[in-house]
């Protein structure tokens, strides 16, 4: 009886994280203050209660968008980074100065959130870029270190330019554009 007992209460335990990690994937990427895949950029911009930010077109179908000196991750002081693909917000994320944040901070930040990282190789990061924006490749020697969540968000850490770059793509829809 208490071996059955114990078999239909890991069962029920085992259900009950199923359903969590489900319904995780149901609510999908959420960044800084409440901000989420598709937003526009002034839903971007009121979200973020920001008057004014610095924005330009790159090209016909892309807008960035940042803000400069916020509260980042692990209480570092960083700019926020906002990619639009037609209007839609795509990548956002975080760029440190190395001489105010250093890459074990966001790293340590990073990891807390997600778990080891499950990619140090930068080539999704570059076949993203690629889609976005054309041929790009990350400097060599760069370090690099990559998440792919639940509901396909790509997470990459990257430390090459003299900056911090933590940067979360939408790839599933940064995909459906370039097919």
């Known amino acids: 009886m208490k071996r ?3 078999i239909l209460l890991a069962l029920m335990l085992v ?7 489900a319904a995780a994937q149901d609510e999908g ?8 895949w598709g937003m526009t950029p002034e839903e971007v911009t009121a979200t973020e209660n920001i008057e004014e930010a610095d924005a330009y077109d790159y ?3 892309l807008t960035f968008m940042e803000f400069e000196d916020v509260e980042a991750l692990a209480n570092a002081e960083g700019d926020a980074n906002f990619i639009f693909l037609n209007g839609a917000l795509v990548v956002c994320g975080y760029e440190f100065d ?7 901070t966001v790293l340590d930040a990073v990891k807390a959130e997600y778990g080891e990282p499950t990619d140090d190789d930068p080539a999704a990061l570059n076949a993203l870029l690629d889609a976005l924006m054309g041929p790009s490749e990350m400097e060599d020697g760069a370090f690099f270190a990559g998440w792919t969540l639940p509901d396909g968000t790509y997470v ?5 330019f003299d900056d911090i770059e933590l940067a979360y793509f939408d790839a599933p829809a940064i995909g459906a554009q370039a097919e």
């Open 4 to 6: 059955t007992l114990a």
């Open 15 to 21: 259900g009950c994280a199923a359903l969590a990690e």
């Open 29 to 36: 990427f959420v960044f800084r203050n409440g901000i989420t």
């Open 59 to 61: 090209g016909e179908t």
């Open 98 to 104: 190395v001489e105010d944040t250093d890459l074990q």
């Open 156 to 160: 990459g850490i990257t430390d090459s």
